[in-house]
């Protein structure tokens, strides 16, 4: 037997077995090419078929409309927080964010470096970003709203989003995109690295609407306009080939396997209630987030202190539970139970923390 552990990685992160053993299967010999997925050409009938599938995975299980154009971008999440102003900023017009942490404070610098007018229209920087803002006022005239849909560092989403009225919105959901349905109403844009909840490192996802690509500047650097991506189904160049074939294997087995993001928001509820109704009910660790807006993909938290915390990880992982230390700028410890982290793992998880609660 192959061995496997408990992976509760931030991302790179865990995938789901199946797919692994798809690629595993088909990677000497591509569905009778006698070439690997890895080997053949970007044009040939091949790749086309696995990123159009890839496409229309994603259209069905987000439920998107044919006004929304799927595209994938190298440059991870981080590209983006340059593309998004560069791309989809208005003449004369604010850009809005919310401030909820790490990633959407690289965001904002991103668009400052731009010289552009960026109001942050909501923080929770006051209590070290442990929860997601409410109630705040959007400018009526911003070019678009972006907020980070899930905060993987420190442990906090948006269970509703923003309310910007016609503005539209921006969402970097590289922790939480494909976790649960959602309404792609109100969005114009929406991102996701894919190395946390869809695939491999590689790749970013993009959605994004046809109106806002009427948008785009003639005068910026064509590998930084949408409409490069959106004109040529994300080949003007050659694209993350074998990471957008692992993403379409991780969308099949959403939709063969588990059935849809329905199915998956139920999974991932239980799998995080189970963990903070144990965080909950015990003096020894403590959740960091404000419990109205927990994560149900990243659960961060604390022992009573840091040489605890560290032997904690270490114990765990000699246990088969790998990925437990939190992020380096936090501290403390970090569960990623993404989707393709299953109720066993919680499980386990649960039982391993009694015990090291118990000897300690
Ligand atoms: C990991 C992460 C990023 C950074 O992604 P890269 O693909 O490494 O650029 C950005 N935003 C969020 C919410 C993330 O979790």
Redesign the pocket.
Known sequence: MTHRIYNFNA?PAALPLPVLEKIRDELLDYRGSGMSILEVSHRSKWFDDVINEAVERTRRLLGLGTEFRVLFVQG????QFCMIPMNLALEGRPVNYVNTGT?STKAIKEARIQGLDVRVVASSEDRNFSYIPRDFDVDEDAAYLHF?S???IKGTQWHTFPDAGDVPLVS?M??DIMSRPLDPKPFGLIYA?A??NIGP?GT?MVIVREDMLERVPQDIPTMLKYTTFAEKNSMFNTPACFVIYTINAVLQWLEDEIGGLAEMEKRNRRKAAMLYDFLDASDFYQGTASPESRSLMNVTFRLPDETLEQRFVEEALAEGLGGLKGHRSVGGCRASIYNATGLEAVEALVSFMKEFERKA
């Open positions: 991302g991870g999440a981080s590209l990633w980070t899930n905060n993987t970097d590289s922790s690295g190395q946390k490192s970013a």
